[in-house]
Structure formats: C-alpha cells, structure tokens
Nanobody, 114 residues
Framework: QVQPVESGGGLVQAGGSLRLSCAAS????????MAWYRQAPGRQRESVAD???????NYADSVKGRFTIARDNAKNMLYLQMNSLQPEDTAVYYC????????WGQGTQVTVSS
C-alpha cells in the first residue's frame, strides 16, 4: 500500500503552471509504475502520466508536451510539473500505482480559469 497524499493544487489562470507533489507513506522503489490520474466533474478518472522505475514516461495525448512526471524513490515522492495549463485541465488530481492497487488519497484540486 502506498497511501498517497497529494498536494500543490490551486487556482491558476490559463497559461500558468503548477507543480503537484505526492507523498507516499510506503516505499515506492519497488513499484514498477507510478501514475498521476485526474477526475473532472461528471467524468471518469483518467490516467494523465506515468513513470516506471527505469524512468520511462508515458503521457496522455491531452497533456503531452505540457506536463512532466518525475519520481524520487529515495523520498517516496511523485511529482507532476504542469505548464501551459488550460481550463480543460481543471480536475482533482490523484497519484497511485498503475494499475491502481492502493487506496485513493483525497487528491488535490486544480482549477484553471480562462
């Protein structure tokens, strides 16, 4: 179990940036793939970015070129740098394993105003 705690969300204007952090209560060094997910109102939760223990990254087409995922296994941390934010990025962002085996945290709200 990772027991994630997400932080770093907020209100930002379109074109702005945010950096999300996820602190895991357990070790993530042996977890092959960690991911950021998001859930917008009325929509299903979706994976937006993931990273393996070898540093291989994958991104949803909607965020490719704007978001960067990183992990620090020594600190049990996962990060998401989000640049050029758009209103359609508004959602609650979560981190978890991929596929999601751990309990979901409370997430962090990201709101992008136009």
């Amino acid at each position: 179990q990772v027991q994630p705690v997400e932080s770093g969300g907020g209100l930002v204007q379109a074109g702005g940036s945010l950096r999300l952090s996820c602190a895991a209560s357990g070790s993530i060094s042996n977890i092959r793939t960690m991911a950021w997910y998001r859930q917008a109102p009325g929509r299903q939760r979706e994976s937006v970015a993931d990273i393996t223990t070898r540093g291989i990254r994958n991104y949803a087409d909607s965020v490719k070129g704007r978001f960067t995922i990183a992990r620090d296994n020594a600190k049990n941390m996962l990060y998401l740098q989000m640049n050029s934010l758009q209103p359609e990025d508004t959602a609650v962002y979560y981190c978890n394993t991929k596929p999601p085996f751990s309990s979901w945290g409370q997430g962090t709200q990201v709101t992008v105003s136009s």
